[in-house]
Nanobody, 120 residues
Framework: QVQLVESGGGLVQPGGSLRLSCAASGSIYSLNAMGWYRQAPGKERELVATITNGGSTNYALSVKGRFTISRDNAKNTVYLQMNSLKPEDTAVYYC??????????????WGQGTLVTVSS
């Protein structure tokens, strides 16, 4: 079994910054691609950013230049540094990981989500 636990969400003023963290634990043999997604009220879940285990990154156009995804493979953790936040960034942010377990299973695992609210 593999779990993802997100942290770092909260209330921030427009123009401010937040850093989200997502730590993976459990029967992990390897973590492949990891990513952040978000879901705003009344909208579908959308991709924010992804990162491979080699460090290659991909961003949604709406966050490019403002958000930075990174990972610490030794800690099985992925981060999302969010700068110049806008009210339209308000959403529940979810972490996702593609995992190979110690038992040889390939899993797509989601975290429980962390709320980011950008408001004055």
């Amino acid at each position: 079994q593999v779990q993802l636990v997100e942290s770092g969400g909260g209330l921030v003023q427009p123009g401010g910054s937040l850093r989200l963290s997502c730590a993976a634990s459990g029967s992990i043999y390897s973590l492949n691609a990891m990513g952040w997604y978000r879901q705003a009220p009344g909208k579908e879940r959308e991709l924010v950013a992804t990162i491979t285990n080699g460090g290659s990154t991909n961003y949604a156009l709406s966050v490019k230049g403002r958000f930075t995804i990174s990972r610490d493979n030794a800690k099985n953790t992925v981060y999302l540094q969010m700068n110049s936040l806008k009210p339209e960034d308000t959403a529940v942010y979810y972490c996702k990981a593609n995992v190979v377990t110690n038992y040889g299973r390939y899993l797509e695992v989601w975290g429980q989500g962390t709320l980011v609210t950008v408001s004055s």
